[in-house]
């Protein structure tokens, strides 16, 4: 994919230093002051790039989005290629950013960039050369399911998650990266010879974006590093009990530093291109940005994304909640400063919109993600089918390694439709035991569940997740909450806010509430259909995607 080389004259110097300090601006911004101010956001996702151009008011001025390719080499493999992903950033950047200039605004409006991104996915990079060792290892891939097998039987494993909050999974990066200690000779080589770095796509990002080996930035926020399984929770700072469990030797092996998610020094300016010398000010995963996008700052409040996979954020504050009910816990966002780090309980869902993209790209069945609800909608209900759309296994609360995609119930009436309604309900079901799991640990039932990501437009099935978790789903009208918590941690770093409470007005406007409309019996009777699936797609014998031999 080729890149403009953008050399504008318009081309920023960086932010003076003075102007950049922990609270820069007196009193509240005015709502015409804050319309002059803009704040880039990188959304680096699972299957699309986009850097979205927001005012103070939280309004996106100015986008772009791209796809990239999605690799599955084998069976459970998913893969991603490191430099085609730097590219789509730059090229976003470069394509909002001329959009931007074209309706008049001036380059130095912009007062900083924030990034967003797919979590737990592993790079691997040579520190002197700055090249990747091996493609991406995407967040979904479950060649690591034998290694965690094996792991399991470890002595400390249980304690891990005590330590880091998450449980041993094909999920978390660690398992990723021993992977490719153990399966790649290059990798090893680099590790063996101190030359190895360990990213996810937020440290990937940033040294590239930065200008790479020369300046040699690598760094990662706390929620990114929460997701890696070497973060201890309560200090967030690498924990060598963690290292020692995976066998990693920090000496040979260069981790990011760990810092606040909204932060004017450490995540650099980018290096080329239309906004060069901007600074980069906010970094967060992006589970994290759109619990910030959607203002969940108060203890109890959630939010729930569905984008690629779906993924509920239940703020827990400022002490970590270690689950007892197949949640994961997570930092949520660290502002830094005088503020602590505020912590999440996550209900993660490996397969959301991916399983629309699965109907439309591997079946057939429509032309555009747009179109399932539509088809969804030519049968009354599911007709008596289950889909249990394990296809990374099913993350929680059930963490079932061995279970793949099955569909139950199909006979000689099963139209695609009936396949299509099952497919959105999945992630309502899941969803469902995963608040049901909330309520347990956290001892407080959600009033209402906040949603967002690409799946959420689907009428259709936001209706349904009202029905089926029986209380009210409410929608914003502008859905990139998580390109906006991005911005909103740059803009803190920056001065453009200072206290939260700043934010409240921003996409409050024309949100949409679906309010449940069927009786609670028959919402438990399909609650109690979809558990009885899950139990059946349990313990399916296959060959182990890592090395081919038989489990
Ligand atoms: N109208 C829609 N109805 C249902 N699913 C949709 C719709 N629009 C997009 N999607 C699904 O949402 C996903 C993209 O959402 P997005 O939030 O952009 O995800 P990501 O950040 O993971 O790339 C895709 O998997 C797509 O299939
Ligand atoms: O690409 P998304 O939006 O489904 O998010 C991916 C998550 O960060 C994986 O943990």
Same mark, same amino acid.
């Given at each position: 994919m080729a890149i403009e080389k953008a050399s504008s004259p318009k081309s920023p110097q960086p932010i003076p230093k003075e102007e950049v300090t922990d609270s820069p601006t007196e009193g509240h911004l005015d709502e015409e002051k804050l319309k002059k101010f803009y704040i880039g956001s990188i959304d680096q996702g699972t299957t699309s790039t986009r850097f979205i151009i927001f005012d103070g008011l939280g309004q996106p001025v100015a986008?772009?989005?791209?796809?990239? /390719?999605?690799?599955?080499?084998? =069976?459970? $493999?998913?893969?991603?290629?490191?430099?085609?992903?730097?590219? /789509?950033?730059?090229? !976003?950047i470069e394509q909002a950013t001329q959009d931007f200039l074209d309706q008049g605004h001036e380059i130095e409006d912009i007062k900083a960039v924030g990034i967003t991104n797919q979590r737990e996915t592993v790079l691997v990079w040579d520190r002197e050369t700055g090249e990747p060792l091996h493609n991406a290892i995407a967040w979904p891939d479950t060649r690591t399911k034998g290694l965690v097998r094996q792991l399991k039987e470890k002595e400390g494993a249980d304690e891990l998650k005590n330590? !880091?909050? &998450?449980? &041993?999974? /094909?999920?978390?990066?660690?398992?990723?990266?021993? $992977?490719?200690?153990?399966?790649?000779? @290059?990798?090893?080589? @680099?590790?063996d010879e101190g030359r190895l770095v360990f990213g996810t796509m937020d440290t990937w990002l940033l040294y590239n974006l930065n200008g790479g080996k020369e300046k040699n930035v690598l760094v990662t926020d706390a929620t990114n590093a929460s997701r890696t399984m070497f973060m201890n929770l309560e200090t967030t700072e690498y924990d060598d009990r963690l290292l020692d469990f995976f066998k990693l030797d920090?000496?040979?092996? /260069?981790?990011?530093?760990?810092? =606040?998610?909204?932060?004017a020094k450490e995540f650099g300016t980018l290096a080329k291109g239309l906004l060069k010398g901007i600074r980069i000010a906010g970094c967060l995963g992006d589970q994290s940005a759109a619990l910030v996008g959607q203002q969940a700052f108060k203890p109890g409040r959630a939010k729930n994304t569905y984008g690629t996979g779906c993924f509920l954020l239940y703020n827990v504050g400022e002490k970590p909640v270690i689950s007892k009910h197949g949640l994961l816990a997570t930092v949520a966002y660290d502002f830094g400063g005088k503020r602590k780090p505020v912590y999440a309980l996550e209900g993660s869902i490996a397969v959301a919109g991916s399983g629309v993209k699965f109907l439309m790209d591997n079946l057939g069945f429509i032309s555009s993600s747009?179109?399932?609800?539509? &088809? @969804?909608?030519?049968v009354e209900d599911n007709g008596g089918v289950v889909f249990v759309t394990a296809f990374s296994g099913l993350f929680a609360p059930y963490w079932i390694d061995d279970a793949k995609g099955t569909i139950f119930g199909i006979t000689q009436y099963t139209e695609q439709g009936h396949i299509a309604r099952a497919t959105l309900e999945a992630t309502c079901f899941q969803t469902k035991a995963i608040l049901d799991a909330m309520e347990k640990d956290s001892g407080h039932k959600l009033a209402e569940l906040a949603v967002d990501g690409g799946m959420s437009s689907s009428n259709l099935c936001m209706q349904t997740q009202a029905n089926i978790i029986g209380i009210p789903v409410d929608r914003p009208a502008m859905r990139e909450t998580t390109a906006l918590g991005a911005a909103i941690a740059a803009g803190f770093a920056v001065g453009v806010w200072k206290e939260f409470d700043e934010l409240k007005e921003i996409n409050q406007k024309d949100r949409v509430v679906f309010e449940p409309n069927i009786s609670a019996e028959a919402s438990a009777k399909m609650f109690k259909k979809w558990s009885r699936a899950v139990e059946m797609c349990r313990g399916w014998v296959d060959t182990d995607e890592s090395n081919g031999e038989e489990d």
């Open positions: 986008q772009h989005q791209l796809e990239f /390719t999605q690799n599955y080499p084998h =069976p459970g $493999w998913h893969e991603h290629d490191p430099k085609e992903i730097v590219e /789509t950033v730059e090229l !976003c330590i !880091c909050g &998450l449980p &041993l999974s /094909t999920y978390p990066s660690s398992v990723k990266l021993v $992977w490719l200690l153990q399966h790649d000779k @290059a990798v090893k080589k @680099a590790y920090r000496k040979k092996l /260069t981790l990011p530093k760990i810092v =606040p998610s909204s932060d747009n179109k399932i609800s539509e &088809l @969804a909608s030519s």
